[in-house]
C-alpha cells in the first residue's frame, strides 16, 4: 500500500472517529441537562433550589429554602416530595438552633446553682456552724496532747484561737467547700505544728497577761481587734514565720481540695 492511500485512509478514519465523539458527547450532554432538571424538580440541584424562587427569613431567624410551590414543572406528586424535603431541612436547622439555646440556658442554670450553693455554705449561719466545730476540733486537739502541759490553760485557748484564724483565712479566701474528711485533713495534720509555733511566739510577744489577753481577743477578731502599737510591732516580728510555714502547706495541700 502507497503512502498517499494510507494517508486518505487515516484521514477517514480521524473524520470517523470524531463524529462517533460528537455524536456521544452531544448524548451524553442533553442527557445531563434531563438529569439536572430532575433533580432541580426536587430541589437538589447542585447550585441550589431554582432560581426563580426567593429565600426568606424564618420565625427565628434562619434561612427557609424557597416556596413549596414555586415551580409550575412540578406534578402534585413532585410538590409534595419537595415540599417534605424543604420542611426537614428547615426543621434541621431550628431544631439546632434551638438545642443552642438549650444548652445555653443549662450552663447558666448550673452557674447559678453553684454561685447559690457557695452563697448557702459560706452564709453567716453556716460558716459559724463550721467554724465552731473546728474551734472545738482544736481545743480538744490540745487537751489531749501530752506536749501541751508546759503552756497555760488560757495560752492553749489562744493557740486554738490563732488556729482557727488561720482556717478561716485559708477557707474564705479560696472558697472552699470542705467535707469532714477534708476538714478534718487540715486540722489534724497542718495546724497543731502551727499552734505550738503560735505558743512559743506569744511567751516572745507578751510581756504581760494584759497583753496576752489583747493578743487572744486579736486571734478571735483580728478586724476589730487594735493593738498597741509596741505590742503590734512585736506579734508582726514573731508570728510571720509560723504563718508562713503553715500558709505554704495550706497552698500545696489547695488541688486537693477543689
Known amino acids: 500500500m ?33 438529569n439536572s432538571v430532575d433533580l432541580e424538580k426536587f430541589g437538589f440541584d447542585l447550585t441550589g433550589a431554582p432560581s426563580t424562587d426567593e429565600a426568606s427569613v424564618g420565625v427565628l431567624g434562619t434561612t427557609q429554602l424557597p416556596s413549596t410551590f414555586g415551580s409550575g414543572q412540578l406534578t402534585p406528586g413532585e410538590r409534595v416530595v419537595h415540599g417534605l424535603v424543604r420542611d426537614r431541612n428547615l426543621m434541621i436547622t431550628e431544631n439546632q438552633v434551638l438545642q443552642k439555646e438549650i444548652d445555653a440556658l443549662k450552663a447558666q442554670i448550673a452557674r447559678l446553682e453553684e454561685s447559690l450553693k457557695v452563697s448557702e ?7 459559724n456552724q463550721e467554724l465552731s466545730r473546728v474551734g472545738s476540733m482544736l481545743q480538744i486537739y490540745l487537751q489531749q496532747s501530752p506536749d501541751v502541759a508546759r503552756f497555760s490553760p488560757f495560752r492553749q485557748e489562744t493557740m486554738a484561737a490563732a488556729g482557727l484564724m488561720e482556717y478561716k483565712r485559708f477557707v474564705e479566701s479560696n472558697h472552699l467547700m470542705l467535707d469532714s474528711a477534708q476538714r478534718t485533713r487540715l486540722v489534724l495534720e ?35 481587734t487594735l493593738l498597741p502599737e509596741e505590742l503590734q510591732e512585736d506579734l508582726e516580728t514573731v508570728l510571720p514565720p509560723c504563718q508562713q510555714e503553715l500558709r505554704t502547706q495550706f497552698q500545696n495541700e489547695l488541688p486537693n481540695l477543689r
Do not use: W
Open 2 to 34: 502507497s503512502t498517499k492511500n494510507t494517508a486518505i485512509i487515516g484521514v477517514v478514519l480521524l473524520l470517523v472517529l470524531g463524529g462517533v465523539g460528537f455524536f456521544i458527547y452531544t448524548t451524553m450532554m442533553s442527557q445531563h441537562e434531563r
Open 121 to 127: 455554705h459560706f452564709s453567716p449561719e453556716s460558716f
Open 190 to 224: 497542718y495546724l497543731p505544728a502551727y499552734m505550738f509555733c503560735v505558743g512559743d511566739a506569744v511567751q516572745l510577744a507578751a510581756n504581760n497577761m494584759r497583753e496576752e489577753q489583747l493578743i487572744r481577743a486579736y486571734f478571735n477578731a483580728p478586724d476589730t
